[in-house]
C-alpha cells in the first residue's frame, strides 16, 4: 500500500471540513437588538396596531347605530329581571349558562343609562380582547404584517355590526378562550410561582368560558387536557410518523364533511365557502408543514390571496 502523505494545503482543508462539521450553537435570537434582527419591524407594528385601532374606533361610533330587535330584547328583558332580584332557571328560563345575565344585570345597575347602549358596551370589550388576544398570539410566530390578519377577519369578515351586534355569550367566551390559549402558550417560558399562577389564571379562565357558554368551556377544557397530554407544559412535543398524519387528515376530513351536513341545509353555498373556507385552511395548516415568508414579496403574495378571498366571498 502506498502511503499518503499530507501537504500543508490537504491539512488546511481537512481542518476546514472538520469546522464546518461541527455543531453551531444557535444565535440568541433575545440577545439580539430588535433594531438589528428585524430592521423596520416596529414601524409595521405600529401600522397594524393603528389600524386595528381605526376598525375599532369605526364600531365604537356605530354604538348607537342600528337595532335587533329580537336578541337585544332577549337579553335586555332577562338582565333587567336579574336586576330586580329574579334568578334564572328559578323565576325565568334561559339559553345559556348565567354569567353573561350577571354581568349585563352589573352593568344596568352601574351605569344607569341605555340599556341598549350598556349591553353593546359589554360586545365591544369582548371585541377589544378577542383582536389583541389574537395578535399576542400570532405575533410571536410570524411578522406584524401577517399577525394582525385574524384580528381583522374577526372585525371585518365575521362582525356584523351595525346590522346587528350580536349580544350573545359568544364574544365574551371567545375572548376569554384566546386570553387562556395566550397564558397556555406562555407556560414553556415560566417557572416556579409564575407558572402556578398561569396555571391557575388558565384553570379560572376555562371556568369562566363555562359559565358564559356551557359548550365553548367544554371544548376549551379539553382542549388544554390534550394539549397537556400530548406535549407537555414544557412543549417538547412528540414525533411526528406517517399513521399520525393520516389519523390528522382523515379527522380533518370527518370535520369539513360533518361541518358542511350542517350548515349546508341552511345557507346557501356562498356561505358555506364563507364557513369553510377558513376551517379547512386552519386545518391543512396545522397539519402540514409550512413557512410563513418574511420577505417583502412573500406578505404582498399574502395578501393578494387574502383579497381574493375576500372578493370571492363578495
Known sequence: MSEVILTPAHDDDSRRLIRGLAPRPFPNVAATPTSE??????????????????????????????????????????????????LPYRDFDS????????????????????????LR????????????????????LVRPAIAWLPSLFVLVALDRVPAT????PGWPSAALTIVAVWAYARLPSTNGFRRNVLLVAIGAGAAL???FKQNAGVLLGLALVVSTAWIGIEGKGTQVTRGLRRVQLLLLIVVIVTTTWLVHPHA????????????????????LPAHVSGTRRGVWAGWGWAGASLACHG
Open 37 to 86: 434582527r428585524r430592521p423596520g419591524r416596529r414601524r409595521e407594528e405600529f401600522a397594524v396596531l393603528f389600524c386595528l385601532v381605526l376598525v375599532l374606533c369605526a364600531e365604537l361610533m356605530l354604538v348607537r347605530v342600528g337595532l335587533d330587535a329580537a336578541d337585544e330584547g332577549y337579553f335586555i328583558e332577562q338582565a333587567t329581571r336579574v336586576v330586580r332580584g329574579q
Open 95 to 118: 339559553l345559556y349558562t348565567p354569567a353573561l345575565l350577571y354581568v349585563h344585570a352589573a352593568i344596568l345597575r352601574v351605569f344607569l343609562g341605555s340599556p341598549l347602549v350598556d
Open 121 to 140: 358596551t359589554v360586545g365591544l370589550l369582548a371585541r377589544l380582547v378577542i383582536v389583541g388576544g389574537l395578535y399576542l398570539v400570532c405575533r410571536p
Open 165 to 168: 351586534w350580536e349580544p350573545h
Open 209 to 211: 368560558v363555562f359559565a
Open 268 to 287: 346557501s353555498r356562498s356561505t358555506l365557502a364563507y364557513f369553510s373556507v377558513p376551517l379547512i385552511a386552519a386545518g391543512v395548516s396545522a397539519i
